[in-house]
């Protein structure tokens, strides 16, 4: 048999025909349909020599392009000497062998070189247990739906096929050996992430955590790395970053705030990587504030705005359900007060190479929460366009709403009294057996951070009708 055919999903230096099914409800930008795959499967390490599309009211069954069209797509790709042909949504196992069956060549859907250019970028060992079960879910049985199909039509003979030609049998081993490599890998990843869970929470009670989020190549990763001065890779790829980093930011007036740089969204990512990649995401929600960094002066920007705040509601949705589950199923923790979802702003980028300033006013007049920003290092001293306002905004929410309160507290809380040392303007303090009682101008969400981390503070608010000093209930912004 001499057509390409499918025993693992590799596309390095392979010539690539594109192609699509587009339905009334599919999501792309109609002035570079093919843009966004074609820079995925170059990131892949193929070279794209084709496109072909077809409008649809709903997929064949059987081969989701209607037939005349696969004839057409097996032609062009004779025509322009193609290996393989890459569709721009997911398929089914039955429907790629199918496929495959038509244009004789290897077939892959999008999710596959998505998982293939995550396999290469993945350098921890938490990104490698990922993605190694994102294949085993996803890539496995489709390479089995065809491994059969090809065993078919090899006439059953083992070693028929390249080299692999698994019998029924073989399949039969195969799938067990994967069950139990998937529950094993599983098993340390949740051990992982476990460890890492307790890290982040300990470190969210003491610190405001900003999140960075948004589509890959946004220009997370540069932020980070200008705001932190620190050493995140920040390169023209796509997914560049995998896991999420956390360094401190200084944001001058004593106070400091967690930075995190995450993996950036993608349309359609593959629902087995969104499984594993979720704990990743969800770091995101546990965040005080979230940056949205959206690149105004990519054409696609539209979409990977309406990306990113679509596949943020659904994390926060799931979120908030497993809340509410475990909160029903009588956890024993009865005053767990379900999280409200941080604020957003939108950090409109790489404004240095908007060509005018037209597209940069509808952005501003139709999110509110929203700021210009360059996110390149300074030139010199000099910070870029945004930068010193993204600072102010952030200590602006980090401190809260500047009030005169007079708080009393255990002479022991020591942590506490750190913190209102250095980050509130103390007018005066007395102290009384254990306790001290401390008048200051102080941000009230400072405060609300510190009672949630079990700091035992008292408060009189002259606005508040809780003047005895009862535990203090914030009311939270
Ligand atoms: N001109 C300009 N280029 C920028 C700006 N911000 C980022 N870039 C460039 O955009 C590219 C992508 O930046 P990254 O910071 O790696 O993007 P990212 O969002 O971290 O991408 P992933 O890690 O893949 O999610 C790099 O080549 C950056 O130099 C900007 O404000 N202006
Ligand atoms: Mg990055």
Redesign the pocket.
């Known amino acids: 048999m001499d057509t390409n055919h499918r025993t693992d999903t590799k596309i390095q230096s392979e010539r690539a025909v594109l192609a699509a099914v587009r339905l009334p409800d599919s999501r792309f930008n109609p002035d570079d349909p093919f843009g966004e795959l074609t820079a995925l499967v170059e990131q892949a390490g193929a070279t794209v020599v084709g496109t072909l599309d077809q409008n649809l009211q709903r997929p064949h069954a059987g081969t989701y392009m209607g037939s005349g069209k696969l004839d057409k797509l097996k032609s062009l790709c004779s025509e322009l000497r193609a290996d393989t042909v890459i569709f721009d949504h997911e398929l089914s196992p039955k429907q790629i062998a199918t496929i495959e069956k038509v244009v004789e060549r290897k077939v892959l859907d999008r999710s596959e070189v998505i998982l293939d250019i995550f396999a290469s970028r993945a350098t921890t060992h938490e990104a490698k247990l990922q993605v190694e079960i994102a294949q085993l879910e996803y890539t496995y049985p489709r390479l089995r739906a065809m491994w059969s199909h090809l065993e078919r039509i090899a006439g059953g003979s083992p070693g028929g096929v390249g080299t692999r030609g698994p019998g029924e049998q073989q399949l039969e081993i195969d799938r067990r050996l994967v069950q139990r490599r998937k529950t094993l890998l599983k098993q340390e990843l949740s051990k992982i992430q476990a460890r890492k869970q307790r890290t982040v929470e300990k470190r969210n009670a003491d610190h405001f955590s900003v999140g960075l989020v948004?589509y890959?190549?946004?220009?997370?990763?540069?932020?980070f790395n200008t705001l932190t001065a620190g050493g995140a890779y920040?390169?023209?790829?796509?997914?560049?970053?995998l896991m999420t980093r956390t360094r401190m930011w200084n944001l001058g007036q004593g106070t400091e705030v967690m930075l995190s740089?995450t993996?950036?969204f993608v349309r359609d990512l593959p629902h087995n990587l969104v499984a594993s990649f979720r704990a990743t995401l969800e770091e995101a929600t546990h965040a005080d504030l979230l940056l949205i960094?959206l690149d105004v002066s990519d054409p696609a920007a539209e979409l990977q705005y309406q990306e990113v705040m679509r596949t943020l509601d659904e994390l926060f949705d799931t979120v908030k359900a497993e809340t509410e589950r475990s909160a029903k199923q009588g956890s024993g923790n009865d005053n767990i007060e379900p999280r409200q979802p941080p604020k957003r702003v939108v950090l409109l980028?790489?404004v240095?190479?908007l060509r005018n300033n037209t597209e940069l006013l509808i952005w501003q007049q139709r999110l509110e929460n929203s700021l210009p920003i360059?996110?390149?290092p300074p030139e010199g001293d000099t910070p870029r366009r945004g930068q010193e306002e993204l600072r102010r905004l952030v200590l602006d929410e980090t401190l809260g709403e500047i009030r005169e309160l007079t708080l009393t507290l255990p002479m022991r809380e020591s942590h506490a009294l750190n913190i209102l040392e250095t980050k509130a303007d103390i007018l005066d303090r007395t102290y009384e057996g254990n306790n001290v009682t401390i008048r200051a101008r102080v941000g009230i969400r400072l405060l609300a951070r510190m009672k949630s981390a079990g700091a035992q503070i008292r408060f009189d608010d002259p606005e508040s009708p809780n003047r005895a000093g009862a535990p203090w209930k914030a009311p939270l912004p």
């Not at 890959?216 to 932020?223: D, F, H, I, R, V």
């Open positions: 948004g890959t190549n946004a220009g997370k990763s540069t932020l920040a390169d023209d790829r796509l997914f560049a970053t740089d993996v950036g960094v980028n790489k240095d190479q360059c996110a390149l």
